[in-house]
């Protein structure tokens, strides 16, 4: 079974793309392990001399390595993804490089009727810079529109549509997951590429 890390886009308490996540880990329980993943409580990123790097970015760190992909909910505030989840990718490429190469599916949820289509097409510009270098999932976009309306009571996505489009995309990330392992010879050149990219040493 897959290992998932589910990362909440946000730094706010109440969020619909949490809400989505955790959709997710139980609507999906009998085929992958969803993990949440919190980015509130990170500092903002300051480009330490010291290289120091957070604990909590080091442990997230630790688990996005581990996990056979990631999965990355994000509002979107004025056409972007949320300064908070920039932050938090901030902190994971610099000097620690946990998504070289790391399966990574991109969705959204938003109040608007667009359901984050631009800040998904600027977070999959950011996850492709050469200090991150994910494997972004090609032509798949989740986007959840209207999504204050769009949870029952107990947390179940109401509309059958979006929940059937969203088993599609679930089942063709597993795909995407198990294809991504088999690009060995790229595999080990990106990485190569990632690790060696150091900002402070240009
Ligand atoms: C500062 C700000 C800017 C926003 N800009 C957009 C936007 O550009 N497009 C959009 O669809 N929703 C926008 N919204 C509404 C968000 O979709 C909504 O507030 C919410 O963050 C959705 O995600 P969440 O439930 O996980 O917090 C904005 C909200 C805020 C607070």
């Known amino acids: 079974m897959h290992k998932f890390i589910a990362m909440v886009g946000t730094n706010s308490d109440e969020s619909t793309n949490r809400k989505l996540l955790q959709f997710m880990q139980t609507h999906y329980a009998d085929q992958a392990e969803m993990e949440l993943m919190e980015i509130k409580d990170l500092p903002v990123f300051n480009k330490p001399e010291s290289l120091q790097i957070p604990e909590q970015a080091q442990a997230m760190a630790a688990k996005i390595e581990e996990a056979d992909g990631v999965i990355i909910s994000t509002p979107e505030y004025d056409h972007s993804a949320p300064a908070a989840l920039m932050n938090a990718l901030e902190w994971l490429s610099f000097h620690i490089k946990p998504f070289a190469d790391k399966p990574v599916m ?12 631009r800040a998904q097409a600027h977070l999959r510009q950011i996850l492709d810079s050469p200090e991150l270098k994910a494997r972004i999932m090609p032509s798949s976009e989740f986007m959840l529109g209207h999504s204050l309306q769009a949870f029952d009571d107990a947390g179940q996505l109401t509309d059958n549509q979006k929940v059937a489009q969203l ?22 050149a990106t990485y190569q590429d990632v690790r060696g990219m150091d900002w402070t040493k240009l």
């Open 106 to 117: 991109i969705m959204g949820a938003s109040y608007g009727a667009l359901g984050t289509s």
């Open 167 to 188: 088993d599609s995309l679930f089942g063709e990330f597993q795909m995407f997951v198990e294809i991504t392992k088999k690009l060995k010879n790229s595999h080990a």
